[in-house]
Structures are given as C-alpha cells and as structure tokens.
C-alpha cells in the first residue's frame, strides 16, 4: 500500500515540528501528524500495525523522536509505516506539477532554434 502526502500537509508538518522544538510541546505535532492521514488511511494503518491503534502508534514515533529535526520524524515515520508494508510517498502539489510542466515546455523552447536568430551566409558575404 502506498499513502501520499501532499506539498501542502508537509508544510504544515513542518511548522509543526519548529514549533514542538521550539516549545518542547507535542500534543499540538502529533494532532498534526494524525491529520495528514484520511481516515481510510488510518483504519488500513490500524489493520496493519501491532497494537491497533493509530494515535498510540504516532505516540510511539513521537517518543522514538530526538525533537531535533523533521527528516529524523520522517524517516521514523516511514521506518514504522514500512514495517507494516506501507509505503509513505510525498506528492507533488498540483500547482507544483504544472510548474514542473511549463518548466519542461520552456526548456523544450529553448533547444529549438529560432527562426530570426538565423543568418544566411550569402548575405554576409554582400
């Protein structure tokens, strides 16, 4: 099974977790982590982990946790998730996705020449 999180959930993760570092408080970071999952995802998650419940799972991560930084929080996250053959992906947001798009339409632009730019060597020669 594979879960996405959005561009969008992982900002506020983010400004989650400065703010548990920052106050040394997470109840506020694991409210934040339990919401970047739907509720289909929960009860898959719950199905799969050992102790059946979500919110003492997340717990448990949270205790693992140093408080130092987001990508150690990540990789415990993902660590766990894939112990229960969950595969935990982050997923372009869709104004991100179009950007990548008009970034490959521009750099196709910019390997075909442009007609005006092109001198014709009989005249030069004039």
Known sequence: MEIYLSK??????RLS?????EDGEIDALREDLISLFSD??????ERRIDSGDFYDFVSEI??????????ELMELLETQLADADIDLKYAASENEEEE???????SEDEDEPEDDLI???AEEDI
Do not use: F, K, N, T
């Open 40 to 45: 289909d995802d929960v009860e898959e998650i």
């Open 100 to 106: 990548e798009e008009e970034e490959d339409e521009e």
């Open 17 to 21: 977790v400065a703010d548990a570092i």
């Open 119 to 121: 001198v014709d060597d």
């Open 8 to 13: 969008r959930a992982m900002q506020r993760v």
């Open 62 to 71: 949270l205790d693992e946790w140093s408080g130092e930084d987001l990508d």
